[in-house]
């Protein structure tokens, strides 16, 4: 039988059982049943199946005062919520019910301990310390009787305080929850703290720290698991290593790849070593270590055995980390050529195996190119490409000019963790998408200075004097940014030089240029639904209808899904305006980015996605906010309406990223339109001379550098 096979056979038998435990009142039965089906769809990575069913067992458990099943079922949701998590709703819902359960008499104190701690702990993944502290003491105060309970509230202030920087502190607090977990006496519990507190005594700079820390390992090797073994020895090296003492952590990566009983820790080990290669800059031995992580992982994923489809992304996206690594160490051998190539065949053999998972057809699935097609494509249209990597210790960047035979490369001082600062989501203030947006473009400055630095900037302009057009391929939260309205120093913005057209990878490029209508057609599906600061959607809908068009259909107000999607693949170009949003009320990153179409209906991306290259369409202009932003769960997880829509069989979609104001958006597309619709410029131009426009009248950044063009620029 197929997996698909037996997870449906399954899935009608956890439905049977439901059914009868219904039937005969048996609500505690009926709802553990639900809560088994909902932890089959997530190892089986259906998220959206996932929720529903948890959603299913929490009402049934509440409702018939099943109140410590209903408590677990609230920790395992919210558990799984927090963690795909793009806009802060899950946590904004987390703290109401939260403030709910405190203000009950009945609330069981370790179950509050437990969501205390969980809010906690995305806060400090969110760098919101302040708030973190106060879900902290709460968290103290849930678990004041509850022993069992108080030592991870200590371990939780630990990593507070290590997040912080604030070592002694730190251990502190791992030293208080010790003697707890003796006094239990559970080997497991011991270890598990011991592990936390091995590193946290190496960041020490007191030498006495080191010793005890060297007589926990020693306790831990006895009475832990060999695992727990291996990991507090990868903590303790990753500990060296920021104390850059290379060689001693490189000693204990070598103690811990032996230790290690599992291939995905010998893995992570793996790729601890590469960092400490890197920084002794011994480029060849870290390639070598590169490329033995990524035989590891690809085993792996071929054999698909992640027990869930959150360890199967997290592996997938260690895949993509591990080939921008390489990427990075052949940049600094100048062996550029190979250097693009891995960056190249991480992002076309992730996205390839998104969409396998997915279930879309392997003939649809934009293969690996080579630089040498890119080169010969780019030279063919005096085209230029600028590609991203970003890591943690800076940012690569190639340059293909087709008048050099290879790649130029920068090494760039943007790193991994500056740039989730200036566009991640690490704000709570970006659950409010105006204020998000702002963020967004106020670091444009910064972005500037950091990815386009004067050399870059220099060659950028050199490329300018031959090319008109410049592919960038972005890279992490590089999604994000507003490259349009980024400044190429005095040379003024990066729009008044180039036209722009994103991309997740070259492979992607290969596939939307494939898609391109060699005779341009003017047939047009404009669909309207909604209002938004006083402007109809129909009413825009209807203007870009009334374009001198072949032919043209309107879809207005109360347009549902179906409709949509029916009349879509009759005509080559979509134009889209309407509300739009990225839920975290589902795991399912395609299901999370949505078109709202009124009376509550909603098209998903995911919809979209079905039609599988059915769409053919030569252009989707997506004239909603957020229309172009989606969930990112890996690095180049370039999901949402752009991923659907070009897999669907779109050549080109244009999007804003962010939240724009719908006047100016109607203003920017119609004069997008005008342009293009005569016929002798490229789409990218059309955007380019639109923007440029409103840029002249003085419209702020925010409105007029929002849209992005994705795909084939023609």
């Given at each position: 039988?197929?997996?698909?096979?037996?997870?449906?056979?399954?899935?009608?038998?956890?439905?049977?059982?439901?059914?009868?435990?219904?039937?005969?009142?048996?609500?505690?039965?009926?709802?553990?049943?639900?809560?088994?089906?909902?932890?089959?769809?997530?190892?089986?990575?259906?998220?959206?199946?996932?929720?529903?069913?948890?959603?299913?067992?929490?009402?049934?458990?509440?409702?018939?005062?099943?109140?410590?099943?209903?408590?677990?079922?609230?920790?395992?949701?919210?558990?799984?919520?927090?963690?795909?998590?793009?806009?802060?709703?899950?946590?904004?819902?987390?703290?109401?019910?939260?403030?709910?359960?405190?203000?009950?008499?009945?609330?069981?104190?370790?179950?509050?301990?437990?969501?205390?701690?969980?809010?906690?702990?995305?806060?400090?993944?969110?760098?919101?310390?302040?708030?973190?502290?106060?879900?902290?003491?709460?968290?103290?105060?849930?678990?004041?009787?509850?022993?069992?309970?108080?030592?991870?509230?200590?371990?939780?202030?630990?990593?507070?305080?290590?997040?912080?920087?604030?070592?002694?502190?730190?251990?502190?607090?791992?030293?208080?929850?010790?003697?707890?977990?003796?006094?239990?006496?559970?080997?497991?519990?011991?270890?598990?703290?011991?592990?936390?507190?091995?590193?946290?005594?190496?960041?020490?700079?007191?030498?006495?720290?080191?010793?005890?820390?060297?007589?926990?390992?020693?306790?831990?090797?006895?009475?832990?698991?060999?695992?727990?073994?291996?990991?507090?020895?990868?903590?303790?090296?990753?500990?060296?290593?920021?104390?850059?003492?290379?060689?001693?952590?490189?000693?204990?990566?070598?103690?811990?790849?032996?230790?290690?009983?599992?291939?995905?820790?010998?893995?992570?080990?793996?790729?601890?070593?590469?960092?400490?290669?890197?920084?002794?800059?011994?480029?060849?031995?870290?390639?070598?270590?590169?490329?033995?992580?990524?035989?590891?992982?690809?085993?792996?994923?071929?054999?698909?055995?992640?027990?869930?489809?959150?360890?199967?992304?997290?592996?997938?996206?260690?895949?993509?980390?591990?080939?921008?690594?390489?990427?990075?160490?052949?940049?600094?051998?100048?062996?550029?050529?190979?250097?693009?190539?891995?960056?190249?065949?991480?992002?076309?053999?992730?996205?390839?195996?998104?969409?396998?998972?997915?279930?879309?057809?392997?003939?649809?699935?934009?293969?690996?190119?080579?630089?040498?097609?890119?080169?010969?494509?780019?030279?063919?249209?005096?085209?230029?490409?600028?590609?991203?990597?970003?890591?943690?210790?800076?940012?690569?960047?190639?340059?293909?000019?087709?008048?050099?035979?290879?790649?130029?490369?920068?090494?760039?001082?943007?790193?991994?963790?500056?740039?989730?600062?200036?566009?991640?989501?690490?704000?709570?203030?970006?659950?409010?998408?105006?204020?998000?947006?702002?963020?967004?473009?106020?670091?444009?400055?910064?972005?500037?200075?950091?990815?386009?630095?004067?050399?870059?900037?220099?060659?950028?302009?050199?490329?300018?004097?031959?090319?008109?057009?410049?592919?960038?391929?972005?890279?992490?939260?590089?999604?994000?940014?507003?490259?349009?309205?980024?400044?190429?120093?005095?040379?003024?913005?990066?729009?008044?030089?180039?036209?722009?057209?994103?991309?997740?990878?070259?492979?992607?490029?290969?596939?939307?240029?494939?898609?391109?209508?060699?005779?341009?057609?003017?047939?047009?599906?404009?669909?309207?639904?909604?209002e938004s600061e006083g402007h109809k959607f129909a009413e825009q809908a209807r203007a870009v209808a009334d374009l001198p068009w072949r032919a043209h259909k309107v879809l207005l107000d109360e347009v549902t899904p179906e409709q949509v999607l029916g009349e879509a693949p009759q005509f080559p170009v979509l134009h889209l305006a309407c509300h739009g949003s990225v839920s975290s009320d589902t795991l399912e990153t395609m299901s999370a980015s949505r078109?709202?179409?009124?009376?509550?209906?909603?098209?998903?991306?995911?919809?979209?996605?079905?039609?599988?290259?059915?769409?053919?369409?030569?252009?989707?202009?997506?004239?909603?906010?957020?229309?172009?932003?989606?969930?990112?769960?890996?690095?180049?997880?370039?999901?949402?309406?752009?991923?659907?829509?070009?897999?669907?069989?779109?050549?080109?979609?244009?999007?804003?990223?962010?939240?724009?104001?719908?006047?100016?958006?109607?203003?920017?597309?119609?004069?997008?339109?005008?342009?293009?619709?005569?016929?002798?410029?490229?789409?990218?131009?059309?955007?380019?001379?639109?923007?440029?426009?409103?840029?002249?009248?003085?419209?702020?950044?925010?409105?007029?550098?929002?849209?992005?063009?994705?795909?084939?620029?023609?």
């Amino acid at each position: 039988m197929s997996p698909v096979g037996k997870y449906e056979a399954t899935a009608a038998q956890f439905e049977e059982a439901y059914r009868e435990f219904l039937a005969y009142e048996q609500w505690q039965a009926a709802a553990q049943v639900r809560m088994q089906a909902a932890d089959w769809s997530y190892r089986h990575g259906l998220r959206g199946e996932f929720l529903a069913y948890l959603d299913e067992a929490l009402q049934l458990a509440e409702t018939h005062g099943l109140t410590k099943l209903a408590d677990q079922l609230r920790i395992k949701k919210y558990h799984s919520r927090l963690a795909a998590d793009p806009t802060g709703e899950a946590l904004q819902e987390l703290k109401r019910e939260l403030k709910r359960l405190r203000a009950s008499a009945g609330t069981d104190a370790a179950a509050l301990t437990d969501l205390e701690l969980l809010a906690a702990r995305r806060l400090i993944a969110l760098e919101v310390f302040d708030s973190a502290a106060e879900y902290l003491e709460a968290a103290q105060d849930a678990a004041r009787s509850l022993p069992h309970k108080q030592w991870l509230v200590q371990l939780e202030l630990a990593r507070w305080h290590e997040a912080q920087q604030q070592i002694e502190e730190a251990i502190r607090h791992a030293e208080e929850a010790l003697p707890i977990v003796r006094s239990l006496q559970i080997p497991m519990e011991i270890a598990q703290v011991l592990v936390t507190s091995i590193p946290l005594r190496t960041k020490s700079a007191d030498s006495a720290q080191h010793a005890v820390a060297e007589q926990e390992l020693e306790e831990l090797r006895r009475i832990g698991s060999p695992e727990d073994y291996a990991q507090a020895l990868l903590g303790r090296a990753q500990a060296y290593y920021e104390r850059q003492e290379f060689h001693l952590s490189l000693a204990d990566l070598g103690r811990a790849e032996q230790a290690s009983p599992t291939a995905e820790q010998r893995r992570r080990v793996i790729e601890q070593k590469l960092l400490s290669f890197h920084s002794l800059e011994q480029y060849e031995e870290a390639l070598d270590v590169a490329q033995r992580a990524v035989a590891f992982l690809e085993d792996q994923l071929n054999a698909d055995t992640a027990d869930s489809g959150a360890e199967w992304r997290d592996r997938l996206d260690e895949f993509e980390n591990l080939h921008v690594a390489a990427a990075w160490l052949l940049a600094k051998m100048e062996r550029g050529r190979e250097a693009f190539e891995w960056a190249e065949k991480g992002r076309a053999q992730s996205m390839r195996r998104e969409l396998a998972r997915l279930g879309i057809a392997a003939e649809a699935r934009p293969a690996r190119t080579t630089f040498n097609e890119v080169h010969a494509w780019l030279a063919a249209e005096q085209a230029a490409m600028l590609v991203f990597a970003v890591l943690n210790w800076g940012t690569l960047a190639l340059l293909l000019d087709p008048r050099a035979s290879d790649p130029q490369i920068f090494f760039l001082p943007l790193t991994g963790g500056r740039l989730r600062t200036l566009l991640g989501p690490q704000k709570e203030t970006r659950t409010d998408t105006e204020l998000w947006t702002e963020d967004i473009f106020n670091s444009a400055a910064d972005l500037s200075e950091q990815l386009l630095n004067p050399d870059l900037a220099e060659a950028l302009r050199r490329a300018a004097g031959y090319s008109d057009i410049l592919y960038i391929l972005p890279d992490s939260y590089l999604y994000l940014a507003p490259f349009a309205a980024l400044k190429l120093g005095d040379a003024g913005y990066l729009i008044e030089s180039f036209a722009l057209a994103c991309a997740p990878s070259a492979a992607v490029l290969a596939w939307c240029r494939s898609l391109h209508l060699q005779q341009r057609t003017s047939a047009c599906l404009a669909v309207g639904a909604g209002e938004s600061e006083g402007h109809k959607f129909a009413e825009q809908a209807r203007a870009v209808a009334d374009l001198p068009w072949r032919a043209h259909k309107v879809l207005l107000d109360e347009v549902t899904p179906e409709q949509v999607l029916g009349e879509a693949p009759q005509f080559p170009v979509l134009h889209l305006a309407c509300h739009g949003s990225v839920s975290s009320d589902t795991l399912e990153t395609m299901s999370a980015s949505r078109l709202e179409l009124g009376n509550g209906r909603k098209l998903t991306a995911k919809d979209v996605l079905q039609l599988d290259g059915r769409l053919r369409a030569e252009l989707v202009f997506m004239n909603v906010c957020q229309g172009g932003r989606f969930r990112m769960l890996t690095r180049t997880d370039v999901g949402g309406f752009v991923r659907a829509f070009i897999q669907a069989g779109t050549a080109t979609v244009v999007a804003p990223l962010v939240h724009v104001h719908p006047e100016s958006a109607q203003t920017l597309a119609m004069e997008y339109y005008r342009r293009w619709m005569q016929g002798d410029v490229t789409k990218a131009e059309a955007l380019r001379q639109a923007q440029l426009q409103l840029l002249r009248e003085g419209i702020e950044g925010r409105h007029w550098a929002s849209h992005v063009l994705f795909g084939d620029y023609r």
